[in-house]
């Protein structure tokens, strides 16, 4: 298995940049109209499923949450991701963003929007921080799982390692808003079992580990931010499947103005293409995924590690 990249301290994006020379880009950082509708849209479309899956034999159930149910909880919490940005309602608006994102969570079944923001701010904040950052793999992941079929079911269990690791990485005490999101997720779930029985539910709860493990769309946790170019930690794709993801692909941009909803990332671009066009790019989520697996140089330890003061501090 290959080493963990050095530890190194530095910025390394360049939004003032961007930002001083485009102040158009500023326009672009609005509430997204459309959010809402898209995931209520989305919300309803899983509830319905709900109900057409009640008699579906066992093999089907699966096969549809994998093809359908995987793609619309993946879209769902790209969705929460977009929401925890305060896309949806603006920033002077938390509570509705907040609320709206335990409403985009119920298909997913189980409480995850509150904890996502609350851990997400970090990932902006300290990219790759030591210790801070919960998205960077721990060094026994990089260990353990640097063979091809060790890497392929880290992959399938990625829902778990990213449930898991904020708690022994980076333990942080339980909101109020956590212990609500986790309310509302259990008595919806209760009534969704206590209408359509049990395999609602399962499809439901299939739907995330399938859609978030081993799926097409998964290639994008990959793609963001894991060396596929020596020295370069974020990378961006721009094909088709941003449609159906809310533009996360665009994840360069995302990180330079975190503030952009993803409707309007692709007119950052547009914009200031000087500063992204000759940038490495990913073309294909699952030649990442195809990549990631078989290639040596690549596997969970394949990211970049800072040093950063909070971290030592709390140390």
Known sequence: CACWPG????????PAQVHTKYPAIKDLMRPDPNLKWAVLGLVLAQL?????????????????????????????????????????????????????????NLPVGVPYAASFKKYHVDHHRYLGGDGLDVDVPTRLE??????????LLW????????????????????TRMEVLNTLVQLAVDLAIFTLGGIKPVVYLLASSL??????????HFVAEHYMFSKGHETY??????????????YHMEHHDFPSI?????????????????????????VKVLWDFVFEDSMGPYARVKRKCRLAQDQL
């Open 48 to 104: 319905l499923a709900c109900w057409l899956v009640r008699d579906l034999a066992w093999r089907w159930l699966l096969f549809w949450a994998y093809a359908f149910g995987g793609c619309v909880n993946h879209s769902l919490t790209l969705a929460i991701h977009d929401i925890s940005h305060n896309t949806a309602f603006g920033t002077g608006r938390p509570s509705y963003n907040r609320w709206f994102a335990v409403f985009a």
């Open 7 to 14: 530890l190194r301290d530095g910025p390394w994006a360049h």
């Open 142 to 151: 990089g260990w353990l799982f640097c063979t091809p079929a060790r890497k």
């Open 210 to 219: 399938l859609g978030l493990g081993l799926h097409p769309i998964s290639g």
């Open 236 to 249: 961006s794709y721009y094909g088709p499947l941003n449609w159906i993801t809310f533009n996360v692909g």
């Open 261 to 285: 909803p993803g409707c309007n990332l692709p007119l950052v671009r547009k914009i200031a293409p000087e500063y992204y066009d000759h940038l490495p790019q990913h073309h294909s989520w």
């Open 155 to 174: 992959l399938a269990l990625q829902p778990f390692f990213y449930s898991l690791r904020p708690l022994c990485v980076n333990p942080k005490a339980i």
